[in-house]
């Protein structure tokens, strides 16, 4: 069965890291590139992060940058998320999705997605 899974989130304060995984069962990440998006509490999905599969290049949302890195370990067949100095804006359920091409900020191009991971951000 082709599924992606996402680790399981958690509840930090303000400032506080969170590293979250996604892992690949059933097929290859090798040929894939992997964006990380974020559904925050009555807003819709949008793109955080993503790194290509073919040359390594990887973006950011601008909300995410210096703060936010993703990497990847394709012998584990895995994508990482390290998230630091969280805000409230983070708050979320986080998404890993798998493309078989470039990276993009469309849904549509995505082929694969993870069920979801709670991220929460208080004082």
């Known amino acids: 069965q082709l599924q992606l899974v996402e680790s399981r989130g958690g509840s930090v304060q303000p400032g506080g890291s969170l590293r979250l995984s996604c892992a690949a069962s059933g097929f290859n990440l090798d040929f894939y590139a992997i964006g990380w998006f974020r559904q925050a509490p009555g807003k819709e999905r949008k793109g955080v992060a993503c790194?290509?599969?073919?040359?390594?290049?990887?973006y950011y949302q601008d909300s995410v940058k210096g703060r936010f890195s993703i990497s990847r370990d394709n012998a584990k067949n895995m994508v990482y998320l390290e998230m630091n100095s969280l805000k409230s804006e983070d708050i979320g359920v986080y998404y890993c999705?798998?493309?078989?091409?470039?990276?993009?900020?469309?849904?549509?191009?995505?082929?694969?997605w993870g069920q979801g991971t709670q991220v929460t951000v208080s004082s």
């Open positions: 999705a798998a493309n078989r091409g470039l990276c993009s900020e469309a849904e549509r191009s995505y082929d694969y």
């Open positions: 790194i290509s599969s073919y040359d390594g290049d990887i």
